[in-house]
């Protein structure tokens, strides 16, 4: 089994950072990318960036130039810096990652719980 664990979610002021991580553990063959979603209550859940093995980003319109998304594939660990925050960027965090377990091929996506990232004015 695959599990990925979030952790850096918080109560911040407008304009103030927050660094979110997520490892993940298991049974894991390779991981192709890691991302991060949100959701805010009553919106639909929406990427805010994802990383390959390689390095490939690809950022949310909303975030780009606040958030950077980065890996550590030694740990199997992504993490997302975010700055400037805005209120708007009030949501629960999620952590993804696209997978094989160790004697499969396909490739699963794999959740973790969530974190909530709270923005004040």
């Known amino acids: 089994q695959v599990q990925l664990v979030e952790s850096g979610g918080g109560l911040v002021q407008a304009g103030e950072s927050l660094r979110l991580s997520c490892a993940a553990s298991?049974?894991?063959?390779?991981?192709?990318?890691m991302g991060w979603y949100r959701q805010a209550p009553g919106k639909q859940r929406e990427l805010v960036a994802a990383i390959t093995t390689g390095g490939s980003t690809n950022y949310a319109d909303s975030v780009k130039g606040r958030f950077t998304i980065s890996r550590d594939n030694a740990k199997n660990t992504v993490y997302l810096q975010m700055n400037s925050l805005k209120p708007e960027d009030t949501a629960a965090y999620y952590c993804?990652?696209?997978?094989?377990?160790?004697?499969?091929?396909?490739?699963?996506?794999?959740w973790g719980q969530g974190t909530q990232v709270t923005v004040s004015s």
């Open positions: 298991g049974s894991i063959s390779s991981i192709n990318a």
């Open positions: 993804n990652a696209r997978a094989r377990r160790i004697g499969e091929r396909r490739v699963n996506v794999y």
